[in-house]
T-cell receptor, first 110, second 113 residues
């Protein structure tokens, strides 16, 4: 599996935007970029995914570099409920299960 | 209904006990997964079931025995576990095809004494 690299931890103030980076320099042409997050004492939950173009949904935005070697998850206004571990995962078009890296632990300060 | 339920929420067992973890979904998903998550670590894949057949076993010790009795249920049978098997056990499901979202249950917190 192509690997991803994320900072171990990040901190944000409440109601400010948060940009969570992910490097994936060995990404292949068929790999989709998925983001999941895991809130304390819960199972992981889907956030967003994309292939080449930037993506928006009600939870977040995903900005993908033109060469696809990096991406950024953007939370537009962080809330205390967004404190979680955020995982950036590459998955190909096939029916492969999610393989988690270490993720970024996001702390949100009131 | 996009819910994956897992029972029990917490389980404490001795090393000689036999117990089972249960996962249930009613979304019609045909791929089901077991993950193990140690404290402060990411989830690690254990088993994958596709159309009720075991398709991936990530070299998991035989003291963990998965079972998929029907398309809605996934069990994990536990026998002769070790204290280092204490962890959060997560179930996940997905529609079979391609790159669809995986839905995770809340997990069972297992403690082996």
């Amino acid at each position: 599996d192509a690997k991803t690299t994320q900072p171990n931890s990040m901190e944000s103030n409440e109601e400010e935007p948060v940009h969570l980076p992910c490097n994936h320099s060995t990404i292949s042409g068929t790999d989709y970029i998925h983001w999941y997050r895991q809130l304390p004492s819960q199972g992981p939950e889907y956030v967003i995914h994309g292939l080449t173009s930037n993506v928006n949904n009600r939870m977040a935005s995903l900005a993908i570099a033109e060469d696809r070697k990096s991406s950024t998850l953007i939370l537009h206004r962080a809330t205390l409920r967004d404190a979680a571990v955020y995982y950036c995962i590459l998955r190909d078009e096939g029916n492969t299960p999610l393989v988690f890296g270490k993720g970024t632990r996001l702390s949100v300060i009131a | 209904d996009t819910e994956v339920t897992q029972t029990p929420k917490h389980l404490v067992m001795g090393m000689t006990n036999k117990k089972s973890l249960k996962c249930e979904q009613h979304m019609g998903h045909r791929a089901m997964y077991w993950y193990k998550q140690k404290a402060k670590k990411p989830p690690e894949l254990m088993f994958v079931y596709s159309y009720e057949k075991l398709s991936i076993n990530e070299s998991v010790p035989s003291r963990f025995s998965p079972e998929c009795p029907n398309s809605s249920l996934l069990n994990l049978h536990l026998h002769a576990l070790q204290p280092e098997d204490s962890a959060l056990y997560l179930c996940a499901t997905k529609p079979e095809a391609g790159r669809d979202t995986q839905y995770f249950g809340p997990g069972t917190r297992l403690t082996v004494l």
